[in-house]
Every structure is written in C-alpha cells, then in structure tokens.
C-alpha cells in the first residue's frame, strides 16, 4: 500500500479539488443548510459518514457486477451505472436512518433530519462517479470518500461561521439573503485558489 | 389561455434557477462557456419533459409511499438515454461536461417539478410545465454562461467580442467567477422585485 498516493488523495479532495468550492458539488445544503453552526455541523457529519460509506458500496457493485473484467456475469453492464448507483445511494442512506433510529437514538436526534436530504446531495453521487472515473482501487475510493466528506463539512462550517457574523453586519436590502452568500462563496473560492498552486 | 400561462411560468416568474434556487450545481459548473451552457440546458430540458410526461402518466398507479423511489427510476432512465445519445453524437461536449450528465439525476429541480406537479396534473400540462421550466433553466444558464465567458475570454459562443489585446479577467472562467456572478445576479433581480413592490 503506497501511503503517499493516498495522502495525495486526501490533500486533494479536501483542499485543493475541494467538492463544494471547486467542483460545485452539493451546493443546495452548503447555501441551505449553512445558517446555524449547529446545523451545518450536524449536516457535515451525517455527509462524512454517508459519502465514507458510499464510496465503497457503489466501487463493489462497479466492480463485482457492471464492470465487464472483473464482474461476476462477465457482461457489460456500465451504462447501468447511473441507475445503479443512485439506487444504492437511496436504498444506503434509508438503511443507515433505520440503524441509527435503533442503534444510536442519541446520534440520530442529531443527524435525523439530514439523512433524507442527503440523497439527492449531488456530492454522494458525485464523489461514487469521480472515484470510478479515476480508477482508484477500492482503499482509495474510501479515503476520497472520507476526504470529500471532510472537505465538505470544512467549508460547511466556515460558511455557518461567517454567515453568523453577516446576521448581526449592515448588508444592503437587495443583498441580503441569496445573494450576499455567493459572494461570501465566491471571496471563499478565491482564497481556496491559493491551494491549486500546491503541486506533489 | 392557461395552457400557455403553464409554459411561460417557468421562464421568468417562477424561474427554477434564479427564483426558486434549484439546481445551483450545474448551473455554475458548466457555465464556463455558452456551448457547455447550451449542451446542459438541452439535455436538461429533455429529461425535465420526458420524466413530466412519464410520471404524470403513470400517476395512478404508483403508490404514495414509494413515489420518490419511482419518480428517481424513471428520471435516471431518461438520464441514461442522453448521456449515451451525447457520447454517440457530440462527443466533445460529452467530455467536457463530464459527470454533470449522470449527475442530472440529483437535479432538484427535476424531481422538484416531478413531485410537485407532474404527480397532480395532466399529460399535457405536464409537458408544457416541463418545456417551461426547461427552458428558464436553460436561459438561466445561458445568461450566466454569456457573462463569464465574455469577461473570461472575449468571446461569445467562440465568436470574438473583445479585441485581441483585451487581457481577459481569468477570475471570471474560474470558481470564484461562478459564484460572483450569480450572486450579483440575484441581487439585481432582488432590486427590481423592490422596486416593482414599492410602486404597486
């Protein structure tokens, strides 16, 4: 195991190619869900822990039925990808409610509301997608998973934290809402910018 | 008269990307040129009428419980057909839109317009609702599209605008640019909705 391909991996999903301010992925809760630094935190995690473990449940049916060298069946089956993996991803975060509600009432009054939302987060799916288009092996699709996730709650988090301090600032009345968290967003890729310079 | 008024809706006052917010991914992913911005309207607009149509006409026959399941089977059906339709015909556009293709399947404005209205309404309003929001979408898209890559490169559509000694403001073409843009965007629409309020 090359420990620093994996690091690569992770540096560069959290910070450089980070999924929210430079792939534009899961945009809806990062402007929705970034009000409250509860919240987004609460969000950041239940997002971790879903991506974490639908990295590696959609790599296994890539690999095992879809993909024609190493499934089972020995046919084709990769333009089912699509279908394939958002069913999963829905049957995943439906499964994971049900055990929390059972295993962890503590962790899922935290998360509860969260789950369902994250199925349709474009970044879970997005993150399944990108890691079969990069051909990592299936280590490195969990650590992308893990580390999109981070990177996620990473900016998820110092959105709720400027966008607290903007309640209590002088915004103008056009601004306010919507539109002055863009260009919150937008300063935010600015200075993630400065990551892309990073080269290993 | 009101089949008209289903179609028109979507275009301006309740715009999908713009009024109601949904489906920011896309939206400033692939804004970087016209042609992108072009590409993803279309393959958009397609799938938003043909799932509109689907679901609307297999409303009575899917139960309430699993409806959400259902409507995301039929939207990644259609998904599927235009992302091998565009790697058939249009490969370069293919390419460079990338996983935002399969990613149309977590579109909330897609399964937004399934739930709320193709599921209580005829085949052909549907549709038009479809074309309708299909088509804010794309203009949406465009709008944004048009000003990133007139000040990112000079040009519009590959057509020079600029002179060739115009130094063209990289920012815009990059992430920061996006979300810059849509921000200033909103807050425009914002002043003139203040303004239409105050005088009426």
Request: hydrophobic fraction near 55%.
């Amino acid at each position: 195991m090359d420990f620093s391909t994996l690091f690569i991996i992770i540096i560069g999903s959290i910070f450089v190619n980070n999924f929210v301010i430079h792939r534009f992925l899961g945009l809806c809760p990062y402007i929705g869900v970034s009000k409250k630094m509860d919240s987004a935190f609460g969000m950041g995690m239940a997002v971790i822990f879903v991506m974490t473990m639908a990295s590696t449940i959609t790599w296994l049916i890539y690999t095992f039925f879809l993909n024609k060298a190493t499934s089972i069946f020995g046919i084709d089956l990769t333009f089912l990808r699509t279908i394939a993996f958002i069913l999963s991803i829905a049957v995943l975060v439906q499964f994971v409610e049900m055990v929390i509600k059972k295993a962890a009432p503590e962790l899922y009054k935290a998360l509860g509301i969260y789950l369902p939302l994250i199925t349709t987060n474009c970044a879970v799916l997005g993150v399944s997608l990108l890691n079969i288009n990069e051909n990592y092996n299936f280590i490195e699709s969990i650590v992308n998973g893990a580390a999109a996730g981070v990177g996620f709650t990473l900016v998820l988090v110092l959105m709720a934290g400027i966008r607290e301090r903007l309640e209590y600032s002088k915004v103008p009345k056009s601004m306010k809402g919507m539109p002055i968290s863009f260009i919150v967003a937008g300063c935010m890729a600015l200075a993630f910018l400065g990551f892309s310079g990073m080269k290993f | 008269m009101k089949a008209i008024q289903e179609f028109t809706k979507g275009i301006i006052k309740e715009n999908p990307v713009f009024v109601m917010a949904l489906g920011l991914c896309p939206v400033l992913a692939v804004s970087t040129s016209v042609q992108n911005a072009i590409g993803m309207g279309a393959a958009a607009t397609f799938v938003l009428v043909c799932s509109n149509i689907f679901i609307s006409l297999l409303k009575n026959f899917i139960p309430s419980k699993v409806r959400i399941p259902c409507y995301i089977l039929v939207i990644a059906s259609f998904v599927t057909i235009v992302d091998m339709a565009m790697e058939a015909y249009v490969p370069p556009l293919h390419k460079s839109l990338g996983i935002f293709i399969p990613l149309i399947v977590v579109n909330c404005i897609i399964l937004g317009r399934a739930e709320a209205f193709a599921s209580k309404n005829g085949v052909f309003k549907s549709m038009l609702d479809g074309l309708g929001m299909g088509v804010g979408f794309m203009l949406a898209i465009i709008v944004i599209a048009s000003i990133r890559e007139f000040l990112g490169v000079g040009t519009i559509l590959d057509i020079r605008i600029l002179p060739a000694s115009y130094k063209p403001m990289i920012a815009a073409i990059l992430p920061p640019g996006a979300f810059i843009t849509i921000g200033l965007l909103m807050g425009l629409l914002s002043i003139l909705q203040n303004k239409k309020k105050s005088k009426a």
